[in-house]
């Protein structure tokens, strides 16, 4: 099947900083895709959908200035939480589906990033 | 807005036992149904899905689920249970066509024993 990578699996961060995970789509081209957070015991929150040339779309109550995505060619997207603290500590995971006529709606979901914010 | 609920929070069963998570759905269109597992310290991982067609679906370690429309659920089943389905399972929902939003459920945490 369809692989979607992340980059980094794990990264710890001092309060203040900021910090980018990579969603890849290692095999296949993905006009969208998408980014959850998961608290440890709890289900997947979507975040935001994002759309290859164009503006991310956030779920309500997410801080689009505090998450900003990034989605600039096919096979890439970017999340990078901006002056994090200890509160944004979680697992960043994305997802993707197939573009184009291979299109079946099925999404393909990355590895997951920890983030652990000091 | 969609929503998926679960009704089992934590399922602890010995092996060989049969198993059925249940989950419901809300939204009066067309949708398209997963299931999705989590074993512990990997990531999630297909192990069904609903697009149309037959309701009955089957999908990877013999795992089932069936849609019911007329009672938004989508249940899923499996005759025997192993100590290696030990794992966390998601149910989710999305509206039927192109890169619809994927809503989760909450989650079923699942502990087999020996």
């Known amino acids: 099947g369809a692989v979607v990578s992340q980059h980094p699996s794990r990264v710890i961060c001092k309060s203040g900083t900021s910090v980018k995970i990579e969603c890849r789509s290692l095999d296949f081209q993905a006009t969208t895709m998408f980014w959850y957070r998961q608290f440890p015991k709890q289900s997947l929150m979507l975040m935001a959908t994002s759309n290859e040339g164009s503006k991310a779309t956030y779920e309500q109550g997410v801080e689009k200035d505090k998450f900003l995505i990034n989605h600039a060619s096919l096979t890439l997207s970017t999340l990078t939480v901006t002056s994090a603290h200890p509160e944004d500590s979680s697992f960043y995971i994305c997802?993707?589906?197939?573009?184009?006529?291979?299109?079946?709606?099925?999404?393909?979901f990355g590895e997951g990033s920890r983030l652990t914010v000091l | 807005a969609q929503s998926v609920s679960q009704h089992n929070h934590h399922v602890i069963l010995s092996e060989a036992a049969s198993l059925e998570l249940g989950c419901n759905y809300s939204y009066g269109g067309t949708v398209n149904l997963f299931w999705y597992v989590q074993y512990p310290g990997q990531h999630l991982q297909l192990l069904l899905k609903y697009f149309s067609g037959d309701p009955l679906v089957k999908g990877i370690k013999g795992f089932e689920a069936e849609f019911i429309k007329s009672k938004f659920s989508f249940n899923l089943r499996k005759p025997s249970v192993q100590w290696s389905d030990t794992a966390e399972y998601f149910c989710a929902v999305k509206r039927s066509g192109g890169y619809n939003k994927l809503i989760f459920g909450a989650g079923t945490r699942l502990a087999v024993h020996p």
């Open positions: 997802s993707a589906g197939l573009a184009g006529v291979a299109n079946t709606g099925e999404l393909f």
